[in-house]
């Protein structure tokens, strides 16, 4: 921005002096710690590999590599927006952990990209074939950090959550929409996650006014597909009650894929309910009391009869029962009506990451369809066509899935290290934004860090040693 800060002094203290130096001070040395992540789990290579640069290379000042971790680091640092680039532009940990060059070369050039670079990066990453890549590097980031806990062993089982996440976006980008149950202008991704790690596998982009089972069938199948042969041998599904369709229940059912979703009630589900809907006699117990019942159902539009649990409770204070529906494709002799019941509900955790993305990544989906109106600062000899905002919002929210994977592998490791849970908010607070000193001496660096976060750096390096990464 250009100013400089004259000595202030407070007063509340007289004895303290407030200015500013040339000193390489850094608010991010976490940078530092998910570049290594990102070094050692090999994904930046493996997504430059198989990615179209269209860019002539005689003008290209930052490769598309250190654009890919200049995206990815903002956004696990907190920097949302590609304009923060612009204010971290001398910053001494973000140039070191996002440039592909080693030794002080990364100090020495003209430091981050600019804001309009990581646009047109974004740009070419929203094109057709490079976004099949980058979304297919979020399932191989979480499926090589998981081998790389296990000692490169696969998980024998998973259980996969999809759910719709609605992203509240303002201004008018193309496709999002006001949807009414949400009372807001939103975008309406479908995300998929692993259940028992937390890890994102995918998510795409849909407009605000879809329904939540809106292309459903095609994502779950291809996640599915992609995570047996990266990570796991068996796949299973929980979805809520907006998805389970007849095509996707048939799909499923035809693919061998087990599932338990919730069920939305109907007048036929309600005349099965009715005569199971009674209190036994006796007096109420002080604690509520719950009673699952076995249902054989089928829909008008099924295919067949399914295996449905009705759940009949009650609550504190009301007269009358509540009661819900589970259908599942497993048998009575794979999992009782308890067992179920119980997989479900661990729904709350996937629903917990979720949240986590949407609220800690924060991802900005600020993408419109304008055309470009000037060329190096002059007026372009032909009108230029507009970008695929669409496509580059969907990159914007790919890569804070990227993000969330690199940070979720690093706190997985201090929750290991220190045998406490850690939320994303408390290791970017704790661990990856601290005061930092960058010191140069010939030609080797030193970045002390703040006393605060030294001992959280001190349990988590370790434990990133230990993990065994390797290629598939």
Known sequence: MGETLSPVIPGFNRSLRVESRADRLTGDPGAVVLREILERSGIVSWMTARMK??????DVTHDLASLIRTSVLLAAQGWRDHDDADALRH?????LATSSAAGLTPLEGRGLPSQPTLSRCTAIMAEPANLKVLREAVLELAARGIRAERQGKRLPSVTLDVDSAPIEVHGHQPRAEWNGHYNARIYHPLITSIAETGDMLD???????????DGALDVILDVVDRARQAFCDVAMLRIDAGFPSAALLAGLDARGIDYVSRL??????DRLAEPLMKRPPGRRPAEPRMWLYELRYQADSWDKARRVILVVKERDGDLLLDRFFLVTSLSWTTKTRRE???HYRERGKAEGHMGELKDVLAPALSSTNRAKSHLRGKLPKSRTPAIDAFGCNEVRLLTACLAYEVMHIARRAMATATGTGWSLRRLRERVLR???RLVISGRRMVLALSSAAAPF?????????????ADP
């Open 53 to 58: 640069d269209p860019r002539s290379k005689v």
């Open 264 to 269: 939305r009630a109907n007048p036929v589900l």
């Open 434 to 436: 601290a005061g930092a």
């Open 340 to 342: 179920v019941l119980a």
């Open 91 to 95: 910053d001494p940990a973000f140039r």
């Open 203 to 213: 998510a795409r982009l849909r407009a605000g006014n879809v329904g939540t089972a």
């Open 457 to 469: 750096w001190a349990a988590l390096w370790p434990r990133l040693n230990a993990l065994h990464w």
